[in-house]
Protein backbone atom coordinates (compact mmCIF):
# COMPACT_ATOMS: atom_id res chain seq x y z
CA UNK A 1 0.00 0.00 0.00
CA UNK A 2 2.35 2.67 1.21
CA UNK A 3 4.82 1.72 -1.42
CA UNK A 4 3.26 3.77 -3.52
CA UNK A 5 4.32 6.66 -1.33
CA UNK A 6 7.64 6.59 -3.22
CA UNK A 7 6.37 7.54 -6.54
CA UNK A 8 6.69 11.22 -5.92
CA UNK A 9 3.95 11.98 -8.78
CA UNK A 10 1.12 11.31 -6.71
CA UNK A 11 0.53 13.06 -3.03
CA UNK A 12 -2.41 12.46 -2.18
CA UNK A 13 -3.92 14.62 0.38
CA UNK A 14 -5.26 13.71 4.10
CA UNK A 15 -7.22 15.75 6.61
CA UNK A 16 -7.02 14.74 10.35
CA UNK A 17 -8.99 16.58 12.61
CA UNK A 18 -8.12 16.82 15.91
CA UNK A 19 -10.45 16.71 19.33
CA UNK A 20 -10.27 20.33 19.19
CA UNK A 21 -11.03 20.45 16.34
CA UNK A 22 -7.97 21.70 14.77
CA UNK A 23 -7.06 20.41 11.17
CA UNK A 24 -3.98 19.46 9.62
CA UNK A 25 -3.56 18.52 5.62
CA UNK A 26 -1.35 15.73 5.27
CA UNK A 27 0.16 14.12 2.65
CA UNK A 28 -0.55 10.42 3.21
CA UNK A 29 2.75 9.05 2.70
CA UNK A 30 3.53 11.20 5.81
CA UNK A 31 0.23 10.12 8.06
CA UNK A 32 0.53 6.56 7.46
CA UNK A 33 3.42 6.52 9.54
CA UNK A 34 0.99 6.22 12.08
CA UNK A 35 0.14 2.67 12.24
CA UNK A 36 -3.55 3.62 13.17
CA UNK A 37 -3.83 6.10 9.93
CA UNK A 38 -2.66 3.59 7.52
CA UNK A 39 -5.09 1.19 8.82
CA UNK A 40 -8.14 3.34 8.21
CA UNK A 41 -6.54 4.57 4.45
CA UNK A 42 -6.35 0.92 3.91
CA UNK A 43 -9.58 0.18 5.15
CA UNK A 44 -11.91 3.04 4.43
CA UNK A 45 -10.26 3.99 1.10
CA UNK A 46 -11.85 6.78 -0.38
CA UNK A 47 -12.29 8.82 2.80
CA UNK A 48 -10.17 11.51 3.55
CA UNK A 49 -11.06 13.44 6.44
CA UNK A 50 -10.64 11.42 9.17
CA UNK A 51 -11.58 12.59 12.88
CA UNK A 52 -9.25 11.56 15.79
CA UNK A 53 -11.25 12.57 18.77
CA UNK A 54 -8.65 11.42 21.60
CA UNK A 55 -5.31 13.90 20.13
CA UNK A 56 -5.56 17.19 20.72
CA UNK A 57 -4.27 20.24 18.06
CA UNK A 58 -1.29 21.06 19.51
CA UNK A 59 0.21 17.42 19.93
CA UNK A 60 -1.10 15.58 16.69
CA UNK A 61 1.12 18.92 15.14
CA UNK A 62 3.84 17.60 16.76
CA UNK A 63 3.43 13.93 16.10
CA UNK A 64 2.79 15.36 12.63
CA UNK A 65 5.83 17.05 12.29
CA UNK A 66 7.87 14.08 13.77
CA UNK A 67 6.12 12.04 10.92
CA UNK A 68 7.38 14.41 7.99
CA UNK A 69 10.59 14.62 9.45
CA UNK A 70 10.96 10.97 8.68
CA UNK A 71 9.07 10.18 5.64
CA UNK A 72 11.23 13.01 4.16
CA UNK A 73 14.41 11.51 5.15
CA UNK A 74 13.02 7.90 4.18
CA UNK A 75 12.25 8.97 0.73
CA UNK A 76 16.22 8.51 -0.85
CA UNK A 77 17.18 5.74 0.52
CA UNK A 78 20.71 7.46 1.78
CA UNK A 79 22.63 5.41 4.21
CA UNK A 80 22.98 8.60 5.62
CA UNK A 81 19.67 9.21 6.71
CA UNK A 82 19.55 7.00 9.35
CA UNK A 83 21.80 9.44 10.91
CA UNK A 84 20.16 12.31 9.94
CA UNK A 85 17.20 10.63 11.65
CA UNK A 86 18.88 9.77 14.72
CA UNK A 87 20.24 12.95 14.68
CA UNK A 88 16.46 14.98 14.30
CA UNK A 89 14.86 12.29 16.72
CA UNK A 90 17.59 13.86 19.41
CA UNK A 91 16.56 16.89 19.40
CA UNK A 92 13.04 16.34 18.83
CA UNK A 93 13.15 14.90 22.32
CA UNK A 94 16.02 17.14 23.50
CA UNK A 95 13.89 19.59 25.50
CA UNK A 96 10.32 18.15 26.00
CA UNK A 97 8.80 19.09 29.13
CA UNK A 98 7.16 15.82 30.77
CA UNK A 99 3.67 17.33 30.32
CA UNK A 100 4.58 17.33 26.89
CA UNK A 101 6.01 14.05 26.53
CA UNK A 102 2.87 12.39 27.90
CA UNK A 103 0.68 13.93 25.97
CA UNK A 104 2.91 12.82 23.20
CA UNK A 105 3.47 9.61 23.58
CA UNK A 106 -0.43 8.43 24.67
CA UNK A 107 -1.32 10.32 21.40
CA UNK A 108 1.76 8.24 19.89
CA UNK A 109 0.55 4.72 21.26
CA UNK A 110 -3.16 5.95 20.34
CA UNK A 111 -2.20 6.04 16.19
CA UNK A 112 -0.06 3.30 16.78
CA UNK A 113 2.91 5.14 15.91
CA UNK A 114 5.37 2.37 16.73
CA UNK A 115 8.70 4.08 16.11
CA UNK A 116 8.04 6.89 17.81
CA UNK A 117 6.44 5.05 20.96
CA UNK A 118 9.52 3.37 20.90
CA UNK A 119 11.68 6.65 20.81
CA UNK A 120 9.40 8.63 23.40
CA UNK A 121 9.70 5.75 26.09
CA UNK A 122 13.14 5.37 25.43
CA UNK A 123 13.46 9.25 26.45
CA UNK A 124 11.49 8.41 29.55
CA UNK A 125 13.62 5.20 30.64
CA UNK A 126 16.53 7.47 30.16
CA UNK A 127 15.30 9.97 32.97
CA UNK A 128 14.78 6.88 34.95
CA UNK A 129 18.55 4.87 34.32
CA UNK A 130 21.18 6.06 36.74
CA UNK A 131 18.98 7.09 39.51
CA UNK A 132 18.24 6.01 42.81
CA UNK A 133 15.19 5.79 44.12
CA UNK A 134 14.35 9.21 45.76
CA UNK A 135 15.57 10.33 42.83
CA UNK A 136 12.84 8.89 40.68
CA UNK A 137 10.29 10.06 43.05
CA UNK A 138 11.51 13.52 42.87
CA UNK A 139 11.66 13.49 38.81
CA UNK A 140 8.28 11.98 38.23
CA UNK A 141 6.70 13.75 41.23
CA UNK A 142 5.85 10.06 42.91
CA UNK A 143 4.81 9.80 46.36
CA UNK A 144 5.57 6.34 47.85
CA UNK A 145 2.12 4.90 48.79
CA UNK A 146 3.46 1.67 50.28
CA UNK A 147 2.50 0.87 54.05
CA UNK A 148 5.32 1.21 56.48
CA UNK A 149 7.99 -1.73 56.05
CA UNK A 150 7.02 -2.82 53.12
CA UNK A 151 9.58 -0.73 51.24
CA UNK A 152 11.98 -1.75 53.56
CA UNK A 153 10.56 -5.90 53.04
CA UNK A 154 11.03 -5.24 49.52
CA UNK A 155 14.59 -4.16 49.52
CA UNK A 156 15.62 -6.78 52.14
CA UNK A 157 14.44 -9.81 49.52
CA UNK A 158 16.22 -8.08 46.70
CA UNK A 159 19.30 -6.67 48.48
CA UNK A 160 21.55 -7.58 45.48
CA UNK A 161 19.82 -4.89 43.33
CA UNK A 162 20.71 -2.11 45.67
CA UNK A 163 24.49 -2.53 46.46
CA UNK B 1 -0.59 18.21 40.55
CA UNK B 2 -3.77 19.24 41.06
CA UNK B 3 -3.25 22.87 41.49
CA UNK B 4 -0.86 22.45 38.39
CA UNK B 5 -3.81 21.39 36.80
CA UNK B 6 -5.82 24.67 37.55
CA UNK B 7 -3.39 26.84 36.28
CA UNK B 8 -2.63 25.39 33.50
CA UNK B 9 -6.16 26.00 32.22
CA UNK B 10 -5.86 29.52 33.62
CA UNK B 11 -3.24 30.86 31.22
CA UNK B 12 -4.66 28.78 28.27
CA UNK B 13 -7.85 30.14 28.75
CA UNK B 14 -6.40 33.66 27.48
CA UNK B 15 -5.14 32.54 24.42
CA UNK B 16 -7.74 30.78 22.90
CA UNK B 17 -9.66 32.02 20.07
CA UNK B 18 -13.01 31.17 19.98
CA UNK B 19 -13.89 30.40 16.58
CA UNK B 20 -17.34 27.89 15.96
CA UNK B 21 -16.49 27.90 12.22
CA UNK B 22 -16.06 24.24 10.84
CA UNK B 23 -16.74 24.49 7.75
CA UNK B 24 -13.83 21.87 6.53
CA UNK B 25 -13.58 23.34 2.97
CA UNK B 26 -11.65 26.09 4.57
CA UNK B 27 -9.19 24.38 5.91
CA UNK B 28 -5.85 25.32 6.31
CA UNK B 29 -2.87 23.89 7.89
CA UNK B 30 -2.01 24.32 11.31
CA UNK B 31 -5.22 26.43 11.74
CA UNK B 32 -6.00 26.80 15.36
CA UNK B 33 -9.48 25.96 16.76
CA UNK B 34 -10.69 25.67 19.83
CA UNK B 35 -13.55 24.12 21.27
CA UNK B 36 -14.21 25.32 24.80
CA UNK B 37 -15.67 21.60 26.45
CA UNK B 38 -12.42 20.16 25.20
CA UNK B 39 -10.26 22.47 26.79
CA UNK B 40 -9.89 21.67 30.40
CA UNK B 41 -9.54 17.97 29.54
CA UNK B 42 -6.58 18.74 26.39
CA UNK B 43 -4.40 20.56 28.37
CA UNK B 44 -4.93 18.64 31.70
CA UNK B 45 -1.18 18.00 33.25
CA UNK B 46 0.08 14.63 32.52
CA UNK B 47 2.34 12.95 34.67
CA UNK B 48 3.73 9.62 34.43
CA UNK B 49 0.73 8.16 36.45
CA UNK B 50 -1.42 9.56 33.57
CA UNK B 51 0.26 6.73 31.87
CA UNK B 52 -1.55 3.11 30.72
CA UNK B 53 0.08 -0.07 32.31
CA UNK B 54 1.21 -0.96 28.91
CA UNK B 55 2.90 1.89 28.04
CA UNK B 56 4.72 2.03 31.48
CA UNK B 57 5.64 -1.65 31.05
CA UNK B 58 7.89 -0.20 27.79
CA UNK B 59 9.29 2.16 29.65
CA UNK B 60 10.68 -0.60 32.10
CA UNK B 61 11.51 -3.24 29.23
CA UNK B 62 14.03 0.11 27.93
CA UNK B 63 16.08 -0.07 31.57
CA UNK B 64 19.23 -1.74 31.21
CA UNK B 65 19.42 -3.56 33.58
CA UNK B 66 17.83 -5.86 36.54
CA UNK B 67 18.79 -4.43 39.68
CA UNK B 68 17.77 -0.97 37.93
CA UNK B 69 14.39 -2.73 37.43
CA UNK B 70 14.39 -4.27 40.99
CA UNK B 71 15.23 -0.43 42.50
CA UNK B 72 11.67 0.97 40.40
CA UNK B 73 9.52 -1.62 42.08
CA UNK B 74 10.24 0.03 45.45
CA UNK B 75 8.82 3.92 43.93
CA UNK B 76 5.40 3.08 44.58
CA UNK B 77 2.65 0.26 44.43
CA UNK B 78 1.63 0.87 41.35
CA UNK B 79 5.31 0.05 39.59
CA UNK B 80 5.78 -2.90 42.25
CA UNK B 81 2.82 -4.79 40.38
CA UNK B 82 4.02 -4.16 36.89
CA UNK B 83 7.47 -5.17 38.08
CA UNK B 84 7.04 -7.52 40.67
CA UNK B 85 8.79 -10.88 39.72
CA UNK B 86 5.89 -13.12 38.39
CA UNK B 87 4.05 -10.50 37.17
CA UNK B 88 6.53 -8.44 34.99
CA UNK B 89 7.40 -11.71 33.43
CA UNK B 90 4.14 -12.64 31.93
CA UNK B 91 3.49 -9.21 31.04
CA UNK B 92 6.87 -8.98 29.85
CA UNK B 93 5.82 -12.21 27.35
CA UNK B 94 2.45 -11.22 26.70
CA UNK B 95 4.25 -8.00 25.46
CA UNK B 96 7.02 -9.49 23.51
CA UNK B 97 3.97 -11.53 22.15
CA UNK B 98 1.72 -8.87 20.77
CA UNK B 99 4.60 -6.97 19.62
CA UNK B 100 6.01 -9.88 17.72
CA UNK B 101 6.41 -8.06 14.26
CA UNK B 102 7.89 -5.19 15.96
CA UNK B 103 10.66 -7.59 18.10
CA UNK B 104 13.48 -8.51 16.15
CA UNK B 105 13.09 -12.65 17.62
CA UNK B 106 17.06 -13.05 18.00
CA UNK B 107 17.58 -9.59 20.04
CA UNK B 108 15.05 -10.94 22.23
CA UNK B 109 17.33 -14.06 22.85
CA UNK B 110 18.65 -14.05 26.37
CA UNK B 111 21.77 -12.77 26.78
CA UNK B 112 24.40 -15.54 28.45
CA UNK B 113 27.98 -16.58 29.53
CA UNK B 114 30.50 -19.10 28.91
CA UNK B 115 32.87 -20.15 31.84
CA UNK B 116 35.66 -22.11 31.61
CA UNK B 117 38.33 -23.82 33.62
CA UNK B 118 40.76 -26.59 34.44
CA UNK B 119 40.25 -28.88 36.97
CA UNK B 120 43.55 -28.17 38.93
CA UNK B 121 44.00 -24.54 38.21
CA UNK B 122 42.80 -21.31 40.92
CA UNK B 123 42.04 -19.46 37.36
CA UNK B 124 38.72 -19.32 35.49
CA UNK B 125 37.55 -17.72 32.15
CA UNK B 126 34.40 -16.50 31.31
CA UNK B 127 32.99 -15.18 27.78
CA UNK B 128 30.82 -12.27 27.83
CA UNK B 129 29.05 -10.84 25.20
CA UNK B 130 29.06 -6.52 25.44
CA UNK B 131 25.37 -5.96 25.40
CA UNK B 132 25.91 -2.90 23.02
CA UNK B 133 27.51 -4.28 20.05
CA UNK B 134 27.16 -8.36 20.51
CA UNK B 135 31.00 -8.51 20.60
CA UNK B 136 32.66 -11.24 22.73
CA UNK B 137 35.46 -10.87 24.96
CA UNK B 138 36.70 -13.29 27.23
CA UNK B 139 37.43 -12.37 31.19
CA UNK B 140 40.03 -14.18 33.20
CA UNK B 141 39.66 -13.87 37.26
CA UNK B 142 40.39 -16.15 40.03
CA UNK B 143 37.71 -18.73 41.14
CA UNK B 144 37.43 -17.74 44.55
CA UNK B 145 36.87 -13.66 43.19
CA UNK B 146 34.23 -15.01 41.28
CA UNK B 147 32.04 -16.23 43.61
CA UNK B 148 33.56 -14.56 46.72
CA UNK B 149 29.50 -14.81 48.34
CA UNK B 150 29.97 -18.42 49.09
CA UNK B 151 30.53 -19.57 52.55
CA UNK B 152 33.94 -21.20 52.21
CA UNK B 153 37.55 -20.01 52.81
CA UNK B 154 39.14 -22.61 50.37
CA UNK B 155 38.58 -22.63 46.95
CA UNK B 156 35.61 -23.87 45.30
CA UNK B 157 34.93 -26.23 41.67
CA UNK B 158 32.08 -25.53 39.28
CA UNK B 159 30.17 -28.91 39.16
CA UNK B 160 27.34 -28.20 37.08
CA UNK B 161 25.08 -25.05 35.71
CA UNK B 162 21.75 -24.76 34.96
CA UNK B 163 20.03 -21.64 34.01
CA UNK B 164 21.54 -18.50 36.15
CA UNK B 165 22.42 -21.38 38.54
CA UNK B 166 25.71 -23.26 39.45
CA UNK B 167 26.66 -26.32 41.28
CA UNK B 168 29.81 -25.93 43.04
CA UNK B 169 31.51 -27.97 45.80
CA UNK B 170 34.57 -27.09 47.90
CA UNK B 171 37.71 -28.30 47.01
CA UNK B 172 38.95 -31.14 49.29
CA UNK B 173 35.21 -31.85 50.69
CA UNK B 174 33.75 -34.52 49.46
CA UNK B 175 29.91 -33.51 51.13
CA UNK B 176 29.82 -29.43 50.65
CA UNK B 177 27.91 -28.75 48.03
CA UNK B 178 25.87 -25.28 47.65
CA UNK B 179 23.59 -23.85 44.94
CA UNK B 180 24.68 -20.09 43.66
CA UNK B 181 23.31 -17.67 41.68
CA UNK B 182 26.25 -15.83 40.69
CA UNK B 183 24.30 -12.55 39.28
CA UNK B 184 22.65 -12.19 42.93
CA UNK B 185 24.71 -13.46 45.10
CA UNK B 186 22.03 -16.12 46.41
CA UNK B 187 23.60 -19.23 47.83
CA UNK B 188 22.36 -22.42 49.34
CA UNK B 189 24.30 -25.02 51.19
CA UNK B 190 23.30 -28.57 50.64
CA UNK B 191 22.65 -30.78 53.07
CA UNK B 192 25.13 -33.50 53.28
CA UNK B 193 24.53 -36.31 51.00
CA UNK B 194 27.18 -38.40 52.87
CA UNK B 195 24.61 -38.91 55.49
CA UNK B 196 24.23 -42.27 57.19
CA UNK B 197 25.99 -45.22 55.98
CA UNK B 198 25.30 -44.93 52.54
CA UNK B 199 28.53 -44.01 51.23
CA UNK B 200 30.81 -46.32 52.42
CA UNK B 201 31.42 -47.86 49.31
CA UNK B 202 31.87 -44.44 46.97
CA UNK B 203 34.02 -42.64 49.25
CA UNK B 204 35.81 -41.42 45.91
CA UNK B 205 35.76 -38.55 43.65
CA UNK B 206 32.10 -38.81 42.05
CA UNK B 207 31.59 -39.35 38.30
CA UNK B 208 30.15 -36.47 37.01
CA UNK B 209 26.90 -33.96 38.59
CA UNK B 210 23.96 -33.14 37.00
CA UNK B 211 21.48 -29.88 37.50
CA UNK B 212 18.35 -29.66 36.38
CA UNK B 213 15.67 -27.00 37.08
CA UNK B 214 12.28 -27.26 35.96
CA UNK B 215 11.51 -25.57 32.95
CA UNK B 216 11.07 -21.96 32.98
CA UNK B 217 8.84 -21.68 30.39
CA UNK B 218 5.74 -21.87 32.84
CA UNK B 219 6.25 -18.94 35.10
CA UNK B 220 3.06 -19.62 37.34
CA UNK B 221 5.09 -19.83 40.21
CA UNK B 222 8.73 -18.05 40.30
CA UNK B 223 9.00 -18.19 43.67
CA UNK B 224 9.15 -21.94 44.14
CA UNK B 225 11.55 -23.36 41.46
CA UNK B 226 12.35 -26.53 41.53
CA UNK B 227 15.35 -28.45 40.68
CA UNK B 228 17.27 -31.51 40.88
CA UNK B 229 21.13 -31.87 41.46
CA UNK B 230 22.40 -35.04 40.41
CA UNK B 231 25.58 -36.39 41.71
CA UNK B 232 26.89 -39.78 39.72
CA UNK B 233 28.85 -42.25 40.52
CA UNK B 234 30.14 -46.16 39.27
CA UNK B 235 28.75 -45.87 35.63
CA UNK B 236 29.16 -49.50 33.93
CA UNK B 237 28.08 -50.90 31.12
CA UNK B 238 27.33 -54.95 31.41
CA UNK B 239 27.66 -57.11 28.49
CA UNK B 240 24.21 -58.53 29.61
CA UNK B 241 22.50 -55.28 27.82
CA UNK B 242 22.08 -53.04 30.72
CA UNK B 243 23.92 -49.81 31.59
CA UNK B 244 23.84 -48.77 35.47
CA UNK B 245 24.99 -46.20 37.43
CA UNK B 246 24.62 -44.80 41.21
CA UNK B 247 22.78 -41.76 41.48
CA UNK B 248 22.69 -39.39 44.61
CA UNK B 249 19.34 -36.89 43.72
CA UNK B 250 18.56 -33.54 45.55
CA UNK B 251 15.23 -32.78 45.71
CA UNK B 252 14.59 -29.08 46.15
CA UNK B 253 10.81 -29.64 47.38
CA UNK B 254 11.54 -32.07 50.36
CA UNK B 255 15.21 -30.54 51.06
CA UNK B 256 16.25 -34.11 50.93
CA UNK B 257 18.38 -36.25 48.56
CA UNK B 258 17.86 -39.79 47.79
CA UNK B 259 19.61 -42.87 46.27
CA UNK B 260 18.84 -44.49 43.01
CA UNK B 261 20.55 -47.11 41.42
CA UNK B 262 19.16 -47.11 37.72
CA UNK B 263 19.21 -49.84 34.91
CA UNK B 264 19.11 -49.35 31.56
CA UNK B 265 18.73 -51.06 28.60
CA UNK B 266 20.79 -50.94 25.82
CA UNK B 267 21.85 -53.17 23.05
CA UNK B 268 25.48 -53.02 22.63
CA UNK B 269 26.68 -56.25 23.87
CA UNK B 270 28.37 -57.60 21.11
CA UNK B 271 30.10 -54.51 20.48
CA UNK B 272 31.86 -54.61 23.79
CA UNK B 273 35.38 -55.56 23.99
CA UNK B 274 36.19 -55.85 27.42
CA UNK B 275 34.03 -55.19 30.33
CA UNK B 276 36.95 -53.99 32.96
CA UNK B 277 38.22 -51.00 30.72
CA UNK B 278 37.18 -47.73 32.51
CA UNK B 279 34.06 -46.23 31.74
CA UNK B 280 33.92 -42.71 30.98
CA UNK B 281 31.44 -40.21 31.04
CA UNK B 282 31.14 -36.25 29.39
CA UNK B 283 29.51 -33.81 29.19
CA UNK B 284 26.25 -33.67 31.35
CA UNK B 285 23.33 -31.40 29.76
CA UNK B 286 20.25 -30.57 30.39
CA UNK B 287 17.58 -30.73 27.74
CA UNK B 288 13.66 -30.45 28.59
CA UNK B 289 14.27 -31.97 32.30
CA UNK B 290 16.10 -34.86 31.11
CA UNK B 291 19.99 -35.31 31.66
CA UNK B 292 22.16 -36.59 28.80
CA UNK B 293 26.09 -37.53 28.32
CA UNK B 294 28.03 -39.06 26.49
CA UNK B 295 29.27 -42.63 27.98
CA UNK B 296 31.35 -45.46 27.13
CA UNK B 297 34.10 -47.72 27.55
CA UNK B 298 37.15 -46.12 26.29
CA UNK B 299 35.21 -44.87 23.82
CA UNK B 300 32.27 -43.67 23.69
CA UNK B 301 29.07 -45.99 23.12
CA UNK B 302 25.79 -43.69 23.11
CA UNK B 303 24.16 -41.03 25.09
CA UNK B 304 22.44 -41.86 28.40
CA UNK B 305 19.37 -40.35 29.17
CA UNK B 306 18.36 -40.22 32.70
CA UNK B 307 15.58 -37.94 34.37
CA UNK B 308 16.15 -36.66 37.68
CA UNK B 309 12.30 -35.61 38.10
CA UNK B 310 11.04 -38.77 37.21
CA UNK B 311 10.89 -42.16 39.42
CA UNK B 312 9.40 -45.69 38.83
CA UNK B 313 7.84 -45.47 41.92
CA UNK B 314 7.56 -49.45 41.98
CA UNK B 315 11.09 -50.17 41.84
CA UNK B 316 12.05 -46.58 43.03
CA UNK B 317 14.30 -46.06 40.39
CA UNK B 318 15.05 -42.90 38.29
CA UNK B 319 13.43 -43.64 34.64
CA UNK B 320 16.12 -42.98 31.60
CA UNK B 321 16.74 -45.14 28.96
CA UNK B 322 19.99 -45.35 25.99
CA UNK B 323 20.24 -43.31 23.06
CA UNK B 324 22.44 -44.60 20.50
CA UNK B 325 24.50 -42.30 17.75
CA UNK B 326 23.28 -41.62 14.98
CA UNK B 327 24.13 -42.95 11.16
CA UNK B 328 26.61 -41.47 10.28
CA UNK B 329 28.40 -40.50 13.06
CA UNK B 330 32.18 -42.04 12.66
CA UNK B 331 33.40 -44.76 15.26
CA UNK B 332 36.54 -45.05 13.97
CA UNK B 333 38.84 -43.24 16.78
CA UNK B 334 36.84 -41.77 18.87
CA UNK B 335 38.82 -41.96 22.10
CA UNK B 336 36.93 -41.20 25.55
CA UNK B 337 39.74 -38.37 25.73
CA UNK B 338 38.73 -36.97 22.69
CA UNK B 339 37.51 -34.08 24.42
CA UNK B 340 36.10 -31.03 22.08
CA UNK B 341 35.68 -33.18 19.27
CA UNK B 342 32.30 -35.12 20.39
CA UNK B 343 30.36 -32.98 22.25
CA UNK B 344 26.66 -32.64 23.74
CA UNK B 345 24.74 -29.34 24.13
CA UNK B 346 21.65 -27.63 24.15
CA UNK B 347 20.35 -25.43 21.47
CA UNK B 348 16.84 -23.57 22.30
CA UNK B 349 16.84 -26.40 24.24
CA UNK B 350 17.25 -29.15 22.26
CA UNK B 351 19.91 -31.89 22.68
CA UNK B 352 23.02 -31.74 19.93
CA UNK B 353 25.78 -33.84 19.47
CA UNK B 354 28.31 -32.57 17.28
CA UNK B 355 31.66 -34.48 15.78
CA UNK B 356 34.92 -33.06 14.00
CA UNK B 357 36.86 -35.36 12.71
CA UNK B 358 40.02 -35.38 11.02
CA UNK B 359 39.74 -35.99 7.17
CA UNK B 360 43.42 -35.23 6.47
CA UNK B 361 46.30 -32.59 7.49
CA UNK B 362 44.51 -29.74 6.52
CA UNK B 363 40.97 -30.41 6.96
CA UNK B 364 38.33 -31.28 9.25
CA UNK B 365 34.78 -32.45 8.66
CA UNK B 366 32.27 -31.44 11.16
CA UNK B 367 29.10 -32.61 11.64
CA UNK B 368 26.15 -31.57 14.10
CA UNK B 369 22.98 -33.28 14.78
CA UNK B 370 19.58 -32.48 16.68
CA UNK B 371 17.58 -35.02 18.54
CA UNK B 372 13.91 -34.85 17.80
CA UNK B 373 11.24 -36.62 19.78
CA UNK B 374 11.63 -37.06 23.09
CA UNK B 375 8.99 -39.80 23.65
CA UNK B 376 10.20 -43.39 25.22
CA UNK B 377 9.70 -44.85 21.89
CA UNK B 378 10.43 -42.98 19.07
CA UNK B 379 13.36 -40.93 18.70
CA UNK B 380 15.60 -40.00 15.88
CA UNK B 381 18.59 -37.68 15.18
CA UNK B 382 18.58 -35.26 12.47
CA UNK B 383 21.67 -33.95 10.56
CA UNK B 384 21.65 -30.03 10.87
CA UNK B 385 25.30 -29.33 10.02
CA UNK B 386 27.97 -31.32 7.21
CA UNK B 387 30.80 -29.29 6.26
CA UNK B 388 34.24 -29.20 6.42
CA UNK B 389 36.91 -26.54 7.47
CA UNK B 390 39.46 -26.60 5.71
CA UNK B 391 42.73 -25.36 5.92
CA UNK B 392 42.80 -26.40 9.68
CA UNK B 393 45.33 -28.06 11.23
CA UNK B 394 44.09 -28.62 14.91
CA UNK B 395 40.68 -27.33 15.83
CA UNK B 396 38.24 -28.10 19.37
CA UNK B 397 34.46 -27.35 20.13
CA UNK B 398 34.48 -24.94 23.35
CA UNK B 399 30.62 -24.66 23.69
CA UNK B 400 27.43 -24.53 21.60
CA UNK B 401 25.83 -21.02 21.25
CA UNK B 402 22.90 -21.92 23.08
CA UNK B 403 20.77 -19.49 20.58
CA UNK B 404 21.70 -19.44 17.89
CA UNK B 405 21.87 -22.83 15.77
CA UNK B 406 24.10 -21.70 12.89
CA UNK B 407 27.05 -21.19 15.48
CA UNK B 408 29.27 -22.37 17.71
CA UNK B 409 32.68 -21.31 19.96
CA UNK B 410 35.82 -23.43 18.58
CA UNK B 411 39.11 -22.93 19.93
CA UNK B 412 41.58 -23.07 16.46
CA UNK B 413 45.62 -22.87 16.19
CA UNK B 414 45.18 -21.25 20.23
CA UNK B 415 42.33 -18.76 18.92
CA UNK B 416 38.60 -18.96 20.30
CA UNK B 417 36.61 -17.90 17.87
CA UNK B 418 32.32 -17.76 17.39
CA UNK B 419 32.27 -19.71 13.99
CA UNK B 420 29.23 -19.13 11.95
CA UNK B 421 28.97 -23.05 10.37
CA UNK B 422 26.89 -21.93 7.18
CA UNK B 423 28.55 -19.41 6.48
CA UNK B 424 32.11 -20.49 7.19
CA UNK B 425 32.60 -17.53 9.15
CA UNK B 426 35.08 -17.47 12.06
CA UNK B 427 34.70 -14.34 14.04
CA UNK B 428 37.80 -13.63 16.52
CA UNK B 429 37.03 -13.63 20.17
CA UNK B 430 40.61 -13.67 22.06
CA UNK B 431 43.64 -16.17 22.35
CA UNK B 432 42.80 -19.32 24.10
CA UNK B 433 44.14 -18.87 27.67
CA UNK B 434 46.91 -22.21 27.28
CA UNK B 435 49.72 -20.44 28.60
CA UNK B 436 48.43 -20.53 32.00
CA UNK B 437 48.11 -24.23 32.05
CA UNK B 438 51.42 -25.46 30.95
CA UNK B 439 50.07 -27.14 28.07
CA UNK B 440 53.64 -29.70 27.88
CA UNK B 441 53.43 -30.60 31.39
CA UNK B 442 50.20 -32.33 31.33
CA UNK B 443 51.00 -34.37 28.18
CA UNK B 444 49.84 -37.62 28.78
CA UNK B 445 46.67 -36.49 30.52
CA UNK B 446 45.49 -34.91 27.37
CA UNK B 447 41.89 -34.21 29.23
CA UNK B 448 43.70 -31.60 31.26
CA UNK B 449 44.28 -29.45 27.63
CA UNK B 450 40.15 -29.08 27.53
CA UNK B 451 38.65 -27.39 29.44
CA UNK B 452 35.46 -27.77 31.85
CA UNK B 453 33.05 -25.80 30.55
CA UNK B 454 29.65 -24.37 31.75
CA UNK B 455 27.29 -22.06 30.56
CA UNK B 456 24.86 -19.62 32.39
CA UNK B 457 21.86 -18.20 30.98
CA UNK B 458 20.54 -15.14 31.83
CA UNK B 459 17.00 -14.95 32.94
CA UNK B 460 14.55 -12.17 32.33
CA UNK B 461 14.74 -12.34 36.01
CA UNK B 462 17.03 -14.34 38.39
CA UNK B 463 16.41 -17.55 39.73
CA UNK B 464 15.50 -17.20 43.35
CA UNK B 465 17.12 -20.62 45.06
CA UNK B 466 14.01 -21.60 47.34
CA UNK B 467 14.99 -22.10 51.21
CA UNK B 468 15.43 -25.84 52.65
CA UNK B 469 11.88 -26.40 54.14
CA UNK B 470 12.23 -26.98 57.32
CA UNK B 471 12.33 -30.38 58.90
Not at chain 1, 141 to 162: H, T, Y
Not at chain 2, 160 to 183: E, T, W
Request: glycine letters at 6%; aromatic letters at 12%; proline letters at 4%.
Amino acid sequence: MSSSSTTTTTTRLLMLKASDGVTFEVEEAVATKLGAINNMVEEEGSEDLICLPNVNGKFLGMVLEWCKKHANNNTNSDKGNDEVNKWWDKEFVMDLDQNTLYHLLMAADYLSGTELVDLLTEKVASMIRGKKVEEIRETFKIKSDFLPGQEEEIRKKNSWAFE
Amino acid sequence: MATSDESSTNITGHHRQRHRSERLASIMRKKRKANSIDDHENHEEFSISTLSDDLLLEIFLRLPNRPTLIQCSTVCKRWYSLISPTQFILNFNQFRHNRKHYYNPTSASLPFEIIFRYDQHPKLHKLVSEKTNQKWKIMSTSASNYLNCLPWRSEFIIRASFGDLLLVSRRGSIKDYCVCNPFTNQWLALPDYTDGSWLQHYYQDPTGYGFTGESNQRNDDITQYKYRVTIIFKCEFYLRGVYTFVAFVFCSETGKWFKSYPNLPHTLSNKLERQNDSTVIHDIVTSNGVLYWLGGINKFRGIIACDPFSMDSVVNRLRGHFVHFPLGFSHGWRRSSSKGKVCLGVVRGQLRLLQLHKINQSCFGLKVWELIDYGDVTRSWILVHEVKLKGVDEIFELAFHPNNGDAIFVVRDRIIYQYEIENEKYEKISEFPYDDYGENVDQERSVARFPNVFIIMQPLWPTSIPELPSI
